[in-house]
Structures are given as C-alpha cells and as structure tokens.
C-alpha cells in the first residue's frame, strides 16, 4: 500500500527559486493538506482542499500556492523561494465520514539558502 | 478555540520502564476526535490512535494504553515496558467531530521520548 507518496524527499534551492512539491494518494480520499512543520512550531496548515478543483488557505499560506487537478493529486508550489521557507513538509489526507483521520506522507526536506 | 497542550517537552527513560505521555485539549466543541501520531527519527509521521468523544473507555493495544478523561480534558498515553524502538516524538491532536472537521485539526508540540537501552 503506497499510501501517501510525496516527491521529491530532499531539495535545495536557492533564493528566489521556483520549485513543486507533488503529493499523490492512493486512497480515494476527498481531503488532501499540506503542512509545514519547524522546530518549536509543531505542525502548521499550509493549504488544503476538500475535493478535486477546489483549494483554501490554511493557517500559514503566504508564499505558497496550491493546485488540486485531479482527486489523488495536491501540488504545492513555492513561486519565489525565501530562507524563511526551510522546513518540513508534508502532505496528508483523509476522508471526511471516517473519523477525520489524517494520513502522512513520509515529508518532504526542503532547504532555501 | 481549540488547544492542545504537551507539557512535556521530553522525556528520557530506561528500556523497560513505563512511561506515560501527558495530553490536555480544550475545545468548545461538544463533540471532537482526539488522536496520537508517532514520528520516529526517520521522520514520518504515524497514526497510532483516533478516539470518539463519547466513547471514554480507555484502550489498549499491545504495549501501548490510552487513558481519555473528559472530565479533566486529558488523552493520556501509556507504553508499558518501554523499547528503544518507542524512541521518538509524539503528537496528540484534536479535530472538531463533524464532516470535514479534519481541517481544523489541532496538533501540540510534541513530546520527545527517548529510550535508553
């Protein structure tokens, strides 16, 4: 069961580069999230979408933006890379009549310098 | 609002002894769902437990025990004869029990648990 499958694991990117995350789940889950995650700030919402073509912000969404083709997919995009932007992330979903049960994908390390 | 609170940033034992997990929520929900994740230092994160707000029995599975008190708002979690593989940071969590709910999902800071061989 592959689940939840984030790409790509580990990146590097300078300032003021361009780069998507890409999320895919192969649970036929309506909901899907990304999430950034710091040291001391615990997990923190960036976007999510609760079906396919649909998106909203969350509580941390300035500088991200977000794409949701297709059901099984949710794409985060950074436009303009920052330092500020070094973090964790992880994509994540659930299905809305099953206990509001949010599954993982494994993270994504992402560095800006 | 909802809140969750990990009073305990770490926590360091020794293989085999227990260790419990300490959790406190406040939600002006009346009804809600309280979870446990495990992140291991590999860095995934996983989904231990999901527990119903009208259900307070408490739940074991295996080494590891639950113990939800509405009346002090706790989701305590208990692991019995710790392992270093239990090793690993912790997060409970709490959503609002409603379609959906889970975007208004809560996380603490975690608690870091170390076990010593």
């Known amino acids: 069961n592959a689940g939840v499958t984030q790409t790509p694991k580990f990146r590097v990117l300078k300032t003021g580069q361009s780069m998507t995350l890409l999320c895919a789940q192969d649970m036929n889950h309506e909901y899907m999230y990304w999430y950034r995650q710091d040291p001391g700030m615990g997990l923190r919402l960036i976007h999510y979408s609760v079906g396919e073509g649909t998106t909203a912000k969350g509580e941390v969404p300035d500088g991200y933006n977000v794409s949701r083709l297709k059901k099984q997919n949710f794409l985060l995009g950074l436009e303009s890379a920052a330092p500020s932007q070094t973090s964790v992330y992880f994509c994540?979903?659930?299905?809305?009549?099953?206990?509001?049960?949010?599954?993982f994908g494994e993270g994504s390390w992402l560095t800006v310098v | 609002a909802q809140k969750v609170t990990q009073a305990q940033t770490e926590i360091s034992v020794v293989e085999k002894e227990d260790v419990t997990l300490d959790c406190v929520y406040e939600?002006?929900?009346?009804?809600?769902?309280l979870f446990w994740y495990k992140q291991p230092p590999s860095g995934e994160l996983v989904f231990l437990i999901r527990r119903n707000s009208f259900d307070e029995q408490n739940e074991i599975s295996g080494r590891y025990s639950w113990n939800f008190q509405k009346s002090t708002s706790s989701f305590n979690f208990t692991i019995t004869a710790s392992q270093v593989v239990d090793s690993a940071v912790y997060f409970c969590a709490l959503s609002p029990h409603r379609r959906g709910g889970s975007e208004k999902l809560v996380f603490g800071k975690g608690t870091k648990l170390t076990v010593n061989p």
């Open positions: 939600t002006r929900d009346t009804t809600y769902y």
């Open positions: 994540a979903s659930s299905h809305p009549t099953r206990g509001n049960t949010i599954y």
